[in-house]
């Protein structure tokens, strides 16, 4: 097992590492004030793994509820969390009642709100089990629920006590989660890792076979950069931004594809490309460096050439993001692998050629 430590002051937590770490009781006893945890899953990750965390907690006294949700993106809103607080308050669980996230991000950003909220607040662990909550969702503290109007648009900062990544997990993962985890590992290393970026261009084959060594230091190494970008920038004000490597753009397909038929990950690897073409447009990144970004990307078997939806369409698509200041769209992109900026300092026409696909 390997830990590394997200330092937020009195708010650090440790991310443990490793194989086999979903039966030891012993890496979740130390943070339970109260010996009562509500542990929080859905569908399809219940039959798989409740067992396996449940029992040994209660071998050790813990007295155990159990919350199975219905699964998928279209149940991360108000309906399912009020299923939650139902569970949370017929069982009379207090403030020092632990919320236990089992499931991917979709349950991750569920029950850390669900904790967030219950009672002003209530101590939260997260067991993440797609490699995206791994490296991604479950380490950072943002939280949240979809609203009908928008994506992840209520939610909270708050971070858990403790993550708990077992890589034995990711056995079960279908082949296009696991790529679309893969995406958000690349990132790290195109925004601020080179190292990590070749190490991965190495060790992509092995990664994709799940080799326990190979995954585990992909998972730590992620989580690495993630927990220092986190404690440099916990609310997003700065550095914490170029996590969205790919997203802009990504999320432009996403919306016109509908939602669930391309997956975060594989539209964020697309979005990607595109980021890395606009790069190479303004001469920040060499034609090499472009293709070597399309093949780490093909290996991990992601989708690498974007729909063409007209440079309108995406530009309209665009202004929907976030990071849109004052109507101009601001940009992660690429000044070598390894170093990326956020920038509305881009030239817009290179951009239309870029979203017009323009060779
Ligand atoms: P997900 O939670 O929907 O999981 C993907 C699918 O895999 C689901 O059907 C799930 O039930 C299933 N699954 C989970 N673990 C499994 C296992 N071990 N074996 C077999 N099947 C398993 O999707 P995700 O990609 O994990 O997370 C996406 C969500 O995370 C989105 O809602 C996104 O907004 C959110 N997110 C949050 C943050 C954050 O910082 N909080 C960051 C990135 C993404
Ligand atoms: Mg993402």
Same mark, same amino acid.
């Given at each position: 097992?390997?830990?590394?430590?997200?330092?937020?002051?009195?708010?650090?937590?440790?991310?443990?590492?490793?194989?086999?770490?979903?039966?030891?009781?012993?890496?979740?006893?130390?943070?339970?004030?109260?010996?009562?945890?509500?542990?929080?899953?859905?569908?399809?990750?219940?039959?798989?793994?409740?067992?396996?965390?449940?029992?040994?907690?209660?071998?050790?006294?813990?007295?155990?509820?159990?919350?199975?949700?219905?699964?998928?993106?279209?149940?991360?809103?108000?309906?399912?969390?009020?299923?939650?607080?139902?569970?949370?308050?017929?069982?009379?669980?207090?403030?020092?009642?632990?919320?236990?996230?089992?499931?991917?991000?979709?349950?991750?950003?569920?029950?850390?709100?669900?904790?967030?909220?219950?009672?002003?607040?209530?101590?939260?662990?997260?067991?993440?089990?797609?490699?995206?909550?791994?490296?991604?969702?479950?380490?950072?503290?943002?939280?949240?629920?979809?609203?009908?109007?928008?994506?992840?648009?209520?939610?909270?900062?708050?971070?858990?006590?403790?993550?708990?990544?077992?890589?034995?997990?990711?056995?079960?993962?279908?082949?296009?989660?696991?790529?679309?985890?893969?995406?958000?590992?690349?990132?790290?290393?195109?925004?601020?890792?080179? &190292?990590?970026? #070749?190490?991965?261009?190495?060790?992509?084959?092995? %990664? =994709?076979? @799940? /080799?326990?060594? *190979?995954?585990?230091?992909?998972?730590?190494?992620?989580?690495?950069?993630?927990?220092?970008?986190?404690?440099?920038?916990?609310?997003?004000?700065?550095?914490?931004?170029?996590?969205?490597?790919?997203?802009?753009?990504?999320?432009?397909?996403?919306?016109?594809?509908?939602?669930?038929?391309?997956?975060?990950?594989?539209?964020?690897?697309?979005?990607?490309?595109?980021?890395?073409?606009?790069?190479?447009?303004?001469?920040?990144?060499?034609?090499?460096?472009?293709?070597?970004?399309?093949?780490?990307?093909?290996?991990?078997?992601?989708?690498? &050439?974007?729909? #063409?939806?007209?440079?309108?369409?995406?530009?309209? %698509? =665009?202004? @929907? /993001?976030?990071? *849109?200041?004052?109507?101009?769209?601001?940009?992660?992109?690429?000044?070598?692998?390894?170093?990326?900026?956020?920038?509305?300092?881009?030239?817009?026409?290179?951009?239309?050629?870029?979203?017009?696909?323009?060779?």
């Amino acid at each position: 097992m390997q830990t590394l430590t997200v330092s937020l002051a009195d708010r650090s937590y440790p991310i443990h590492i490793g194989s086999g770490l979903l039966g030891q009781a012993e890496h979740i006893l130390p943070h339970l004030k109260r010996k009562q945890v509500a542990i929080v899953s859905n569908t399809t990750v219940a039959p798989l793994y409740m067992q396996t965390i449940a029992q040994p907690l209660r071998d050790a006294g813990v007295a155990v509820i159990e919350i199975v949700l219905p699964d998928g993106e279209a149940h991360k809103n108000h309906q399912t969390l009020q299923i939650i607080y139902d569970h949370l308050l017929q069982n009379r669980c207090e403030r020092n009642t632990t919320l236990i996230a089992l499931g991917g991000g979709v349950i991750g950003d569920l029950t850390g709100y669900a904790a967030a909220t219950y009672l002003r607040g209530v101590p939260f662990i997260q067991v993440p089990t797609t490699l995206l909550s791994q490296v991604d969702s479950s380490v950072g503290g943002k939280t949240g629920i979809n609203h009908p109007l928008g994506k992840n648009m209520i939610g909270a900062f708050y971070q858990p006590k403790l993550v708990l990544a077992d890589i034995d997990t990711l056995t079960t993962l279908p082949q296009r989660e696991l790529s679309a985890g893969v995406a958000e590992v690349v990132k790290y290393g195109l925004i601020r890792d080179a &190292d990590f970026f #070749d190490w991965l261009e190495t060790n992509m084959s092995a %990664l =994709m076979h @799940l /080799d326990a060594a *190979v995954t585990s230091y992909a998972i730590y190494r992620s989580c690495e950069n993630k927990a220092e970008v986190v404690a440099a920038d916990e609310h997003e004000q700065g550095e914490r931004a170029l996590l969205n490597l790919g997203h802009t753009f990504g999320h432009a397909i996403e919306n016109a594809m509908g939602y669930g038929v391309w997956l975060h990950g594989e539209a964020v690897a697309t979005g990607t490309v595109m980021a890395a073409d606009l790069s190479q447009r303004m001469g920040w990144l060499n034609a090499a460096e472009v293709a070597r970004i399309k093949a780490i990307l093909q290996a991990a078997k992601l989708p690498i &050439d974007a729909p #063409d939806l007209g440079a309108d369409e995406y530009l309209r %698509l =665009m202004q @929907l /993001d976030k990071k *849109v200041a004052d109507g101009r769209i601001r940009l992660i992109l690429q000044q070598s692998i390894g170093k990326a900026v956020i920038t509305a300092d881009y030239d817009a026409e290179k951009l239309r050629q870029t979203l017009s696909l323009a060779a």
